[in-house]
């Protein structure tokens, strides 16, 4: 399953996820109609009957228990409305950064990095978990607010292989659309769970002389209201089992293909296994967010269980697994691995032909993950000396994105002349730090950039220009709506048609070249031939091609849903594969658009740009 799909699919879940919570809230309605009625009746001493109840008192009734649920959702949506930041401070998480003076966390934040700039997707915020079991999340609403927790115990039970995989599992996570369902889910549950609250507020009702015999009648009212509550409570966590069971095998798998190392994700299980405390959690909030983890945080029954088995979960990834399980490493005991230490790259034939070759479209879409993943990390371990410390500073991590933004050789002393591939890396290394400001020094980065002039006219610089502009609207104005506006190509030919010869023009090449990439991407969408189809056309970033055009394009995009969205990054890699190379400008903008439309790299997409 790709990015769209999964997208797509997440969709479908989310919907469906209405329909299960729907029929859960009525239930409620229901029994807590039927509770209150029968309370009534008794206290009438016969007089009353439920027939002979007023209509009217049925929708107050009824009412009543939407605005208990109505509210406990909201206060829960309200807690979370930070997204995945919110999640890891409720659970005592600290935030990775330069000043962190743990080796292992840095070492996680490495890895971190090197993924997202493999996926062509946002750095997420790291959080460290102050537990000791072997767990990890990732939670937010979206790639935007997306962050991974991991727990300190899974720092120093796993080597860095293990570690990949899984952080490898939360990525799949954040690209399936997982994060939303679990987040939305999480203040469902909550709404559901004011319903007992109601009725244990009923249950502390007290009285004297004739009010005693009433007040043990609303006693008894807060107990059904309580036992009701809970019956709820019970089916919405059935749902919330039976949701994250499915999406753990997914994610499994999707780290040994995003990995190709079975042995990293499968042992990381096996440790699991062999560890004291297993992956519990300690954490009194922990249980609302129990269907995040990669492993379940305590011991629930099979049929709540947020997990499959942990020996299926082995045996999926490791079939030949003899059953034996893997004690934790003792990291304490030997010297930690450097702040510094970027990994091995990965390596193997097939990485070196795909970073070597020149990669035909059918090879860019079906080879999987390992060569994206040894292109990130060289291209992190390329970085001058001092600058990625220098991303992880909110002042130079400023500047550095300045200095990309304004077509800048160099920035608070660090050379930008990396080429185009390099300076997409600093913009993702360096837009996760600059989210991590103050709203204040947020607000004061946005009118000073409002205030500059506009970027030269270079298509890093238009990238790095869009992708500021959006962090902030972003952060200060809250995650923009999802996508699903249009399904229509045609409705955005004229954006389409100017980002197809951004791309040709970042290939080189000559006129006839150019013109014929653009050709490629309109027939991958069946839009004809358009006006580029004519001699005579300069397609080097043309005079009459302007940054708001690029902007305006853009965001045209960004309202197609994910399967129309799928059909346009297809397109893309037509325009640039037309020539049967792949050149360092067009990689680089193909990595800048998928960051700006908010996706990975196309699905499968796994190749790098042929040396300059």
Not at 441 to 452: M, P
Not at 479 to 501: D, N, V
Request: net charge neutral; with cysteine.
């Amino acid at each position: 399953m790709d990015f769209f799909e999964a997208q797509d699919a997440a969709r479908r879940k989310t919907a469906w996820l209405g329909v299960l919570f729907l029929g859960a809230v009525l239930s409620l309605i229901a029994l807590t109609n039927a509770a209150v009625g029968m309370a009534l009746t008794v206290a009438s001493e016969g007089k009353l009957t439920l027939s002979t109840l007023p209509p009217s008192l049925w929708v107050i009734i009824s009412s009543g228990v939407l605005v208990i649920i109505f509210i406990g959702s909201a206060i829960q949506a309200f807690r979370l409305r930070a997204g995945g930041a919110s999640v890891a401070r409720t659970l005592g998480g600290r935030l990775v950064t330069e000043e962190t003076p743990d080796p292992l966390a840095r070492r996680a934040q490495n890895i971190v990095e090197e993924m997202a700039l493999a996926a062509g997707i946002p750095v997420p915020p790291l959080y460290i978990i102050p537990e000791a079991g072997i767990n990890a999340f990732a939670a937010g609403f979206g790639l935007k607010d997306a962050v991974i927790g991991i727990n300190q115990g899974t720092l120093e039970a796993l080597n860095r292989d293990e570690l990949q995989g899984v952080i490898a599992h939360e990525f799949s996570h954040i690209v399936n659309g997982d994060m939303g369902i679990n987040i939305r889910l999480m203040a469902l549950l909550h709404g559901i769970l004011m319903i007992s609250v109601a009725g244990r507020v009923l249950m502390h009702a007290r009285g004297s002389g004739r009010q005693r015999d009433s007040a043990a009648q609303v006693v008894a009212l807060g107990f059904a209201l309580l036992v009701i509550g809970y019956s709820g409570v019970f089916f919405g966590r059935l749902i919330k089992a039976s949701i994250s069971r499915q999406r753990e095998f997914l994610a499994d798998a999707a780290a040994v293909q995003f990995t190709r190392n079975p042995q990293g994700i499968g042992n990381a299980l096996r440790r699991i296994g062999g560890a004291q405390g297993g992956s519990h959690i300690t954490h009194d909030r922990a249980e609302e967010s129990s269907h995040l983890f990669f492993g379940p945080i305590r011991h629930f029954t099979r049929l709540l269980g947020t997990h499959p088995p942990l020996e299926a979960r082995i045996k999926a990834v490791l079939p030949a697994w003899d059953g034996a399980f893997l004690p934790p490493l003792d990291q304490g005991a030997s010297a930690a691995p450097p702040a510094t230490d970027q990994g091995r790259a990965p390596g193997g034939t097939e990485a070196a032909l795909a970073l070597s070759a020149l990669a035909s479209e059918r090879v860019l879409r079906e080879v999987v993950g390992q060569a994206n993943l040894a292109a990130a990390t060289q291209r992190i371990a390329a970085l001058p000396p001092g600058l990625q410390e220098a991303l992880h500073h909110p002042e130079t991590a400023w500047a550095v994105a300045l200095g990309l933004r304004s077509g800048a050789a160099d920035a608070e002393g660090y050379p930008l002349t990396l080429g185009p591939a390099g300076q997409m890396a600093v913009l993702q290394l360096a837009l996760p730090t600059l989210r991590s400001q103050s709203t204040s020094a947020l607000l004061a980065q946005e009118d000073a950039l409002k205030a500059l002039p506009p970027p030269p006219k270079a298509l890093p610089c238009w990238v790095a220009d869009e992708a500021l502009r959006q962090l902030f609207a972003g952060a200060l104005r809250g995650p923009r709506r999802g996508p699903g506006r249009s399904q229509r190509f045609r409705e955005a030919e004229a954006e389409l048609e100017t980002l197809f010869r951004c791309l040709a023009a970042a290939g080189g090449g000559d006129e006839a070249q150019q013109r014929a990439a653009v050709q490629a991407g309109r027939r991958a969408l069946e839009l004809g031939e358009g006006p580029e189809a004519r001699p005579g056309m300069n397609f080097a970033l043309p005079e009459d091609l302007t940054e708001a055009d690029f902007d305006r394009a853009v965001a045209k995009l960004r309202d197609l849903s994910p399967k129309p969205l799928a059909h346009v990054l297809n397109a893309f890699v037509h325009v640039i594969d037309d020539d049967g190379q792949l050149t360092e400008g067009e990689y680089a903008l193909l990595q800048g658009l998928a960051l700006l439309l908010d996706c990975p790299l196309p699905a499968r997409f796994d190749g790098a740009p042929t040396p300059a």
